[in-house]
Nanobody, 126 residues
Framework: VQLVESGGGLVQTGGSLRLSCASSTRTFSTGTMGWFRQAPGKEREFVAALRASFGSPYYGNSVKGRFTLSRDNAKSTLYLQMNDLKPEDTAVYYC????????????????????WGQGTLVTVSS
């Protein structure tokens, strides 16, 4: 399984970006996919996740109300729309996938995901 992220870049405070994660797996319509991020010198942080077949997206507290997660099963692509960006959103953003339907309490556990993309850098200038 390959996950390829795109859409990162430099944006000013208050701006928007949309990240994409294209998956090579034919089982994209099952399992759980999400985004994590890691800022320099900090631990990897959960951003958002959703299950392919049921349930709603779940967001980390720091992005709730500003980020929106969606997926297009026909294109095997996961999207993260990021609005009202802040300097503290600066990080490398990673797409993650597991073939399992995780329970919500496990969404934020990076160890629950078997597959990871290479990451895309988002830089928010003040």
């Amino acid at each position: 399984v390959q996950l390829v992220e795109s859409g990162g870049g430099l944006v000013q405070t208050g701006g928007s970006l949309r990240l994409s994660c294209a998956s090579s797996t034919r089982t994209f319509s099952t399992g759980t996919m999400g985004w994590f991020r890691q800022a320099p010198g900090k631990e990897r942080e959960f951003v958002a996740a959703l299950r392919a077949s049921f349930g709603s997206p779940y967001y980390g507290n720091s992005v709730k109300g500003r980020f929106t997660l969606s997926r297009d099963n026909a294109k095997s692509t996961l999207y993260l729309q990021m609005n009202d960006l802040k300097p503290e959103d600066t990080a490398v953003y990673y797409c993650a996938l597991t073939g399992r339907n995780l329970i919500v309490s496990s969404f934020s556990n990076s160890g629950a995901y078997e597959y990871w993309g290479q990451g895309t850098l988002v830089t928010v200038s003040s």
